[in-house]
């Protein structure tokens, strides 16, 4: 990858990406930026927006747009975003969508690719409830198809694995309702733009990536 490219990984809450967005920016070379991420970092630091934004989260509602666009507009500054981004979980709403095609325009750019992972609802929730993070080094498993090697324990750091809060049960149902009523429409606005790639997230994780890494080679957009 010799210039700069940007990309956006979006789909339902569990359709896996974060676990490809990790995989497929080191293969590209391009930064791994997940919003969740962002926002729980914010939270934990108990800045201005993440006591705005934690009860929005804690209900599995989105952040409100005016917040979460200024702080991933800020985000994108970062110097280290010089060659380029994928972006995980930003934008989530039309209006969202919209914030970060001026922010590109006015840097004579515009998305490079927009992968799109579809899930069914029934993988959404098996795959989140299922789900164990590392409240340390931040690793992610799931203790039905990717448990770490001792029962509860990090592979990385030996530290207790935890669910995230929003992963409980209740939770999860409120987030898949939300995104089919803020994020959904999301893929009516990108599917005519150019470098839009839609895969079939319910296949294994490796299947996945190949399928997105072939889809992008072709493309010919970020080399
Ligand atoms: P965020 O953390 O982004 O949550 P999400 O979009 O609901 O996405 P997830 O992280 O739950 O799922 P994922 O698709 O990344 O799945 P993963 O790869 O981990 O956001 C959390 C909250 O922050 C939001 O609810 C909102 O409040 C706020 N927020 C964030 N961005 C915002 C925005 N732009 N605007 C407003 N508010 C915002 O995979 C899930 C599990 O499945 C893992 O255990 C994994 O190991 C497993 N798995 C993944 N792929 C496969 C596979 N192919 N086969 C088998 N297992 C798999």
Same mark, same amino acid.
């Given at each position: 990858?010799? @210039?700069?490219?940007s990309l956006i990984i979006m789909g339902p809450? +569990?359709? +896996?990406k974060g676990t490809q967005a990790r995989v497929i920016s080191e293969r590209l070379g391009v930064l791994h930026i997940d919003c969740g991420q962002v926002v729980r970092k914010e939270v934990a630091s108990q800045t201005e927006f993440g006591l705005k934004a934690k009860e929005y989260m804690l209900a599995g509602r989105l952040v409100p747009d005016e917040l979460i666009i200024g702080i991933m507009l800020k985000r994108l500054k970062v110097a280290d975003c010089a060659n380029g981004f994928l972006l995980d979980g930003f934008p989530r709403t039309v209006e969202q969508a919209k914030g970060l095609d001026n922010y590109l325009s006015a840097k004579d750019a515009k998305l490079d690719y927009i992968i799109f #992972? +579809?899930? =069914?609802? @029934? =993988?959404a929730i098996q795959r #989140? =409830?299922?789900r164990r993070f590392c409240p340390s080094c931040g690793r992610v498993f799931n203790i039905l198809t990717a448990p770490p090697k001792v029962e509860g324990v990090c592979d990385n750091c030996g530290r207790e694995i935890e669910q995230r809060p929003d992963d409980k049960p209740e939770t999860v149902i409120a987030r898949l309702k939300v995104y089919e009523l803020e994020t959904a429409p999301l893929r009516n606005y990108y599917k005519d733009s150019e470098g839009y790639l839609e895969f079939d997230? *319910?296949?294994p994780g490796e299947a996945v990536t190949? *399928?997105?890494i072939d889809a992008i080679n072709a493309g010919g957009r970020c080399k």
């Open positions: 990858m010799s @210039r700069f490219c809450p +569990g359709a +896996g #992972l +579809g899930i =069914t609802e @029934r =993988t #989140l =409830t299922s997230g *319910d296949k190949e *399928d997105v």
